[in-house]
């Protein structure tokens, strides 16, 4: 059983940047792609980018015009996602998932983390 904790969420000014980590336990880091998801309210999860296993394949969402970076340790079991020029509009709960691979949906991980806010300020 993987447990998958996110932290680095909080309130930004709109443009701001922030980095958001998933620190997992519980089983083997490498063996799992990750990916991050966000929900805003009263939506569906959306699909933000995604890491292999190793690390050498990334996807992100047409959406961010190359203003988010994912990248992962596995010897530190982390993944993380840097996020810049960020809007209003990308205010969520952003979560992590751990699964065979870098699905778009969130159903289709085997693993997911609570979530953490956050909030982009005009």
């Known amino acids: 059983q993987v447990q998958l904790v996110e932290s680095g969420g909080g309130l930004v000014q709109a443009g701001g940047s922030l980095t958001l980590s998933c620190e997992a336990s519980?089983?083997?880091?490498?063996?799992?792609?990750m990916s991050w998801f966000r929900q805003a309210p009263g939506k569906e999860h959306e699909f933000v980018s995604g890491?292999?296993?190793?690390?050498?394949?990334?996807r992100y969402a047409d959406s961010l015009q190359g203003r988010f970076t994912i990248s992962r340790d596995n010897a530190k079991n982390t993944v993380y996602l840097r996020m810049n020029s960020l809007a209003p509009e990308e205010s969520s709960v952003y979560s992590c998932?751990?699964?065979?691979?870098?699905?778009?949906?969130?159903?289709?991980?085997?693993?997911w983390g609570q979530g953490t806010q956050v909030t982009v300020s005009s």
């Open positions: 890491i292999s296993r190793g690390g050498y394949n990334t």
């Open positions: 519980g089983g083997t880091f490498s063996a799992y792609a």
């Open positions: 998932a751990a699964g065979g691979g870098l699905y778009d949906n969130y159903a289709s991980y085997d693993y």
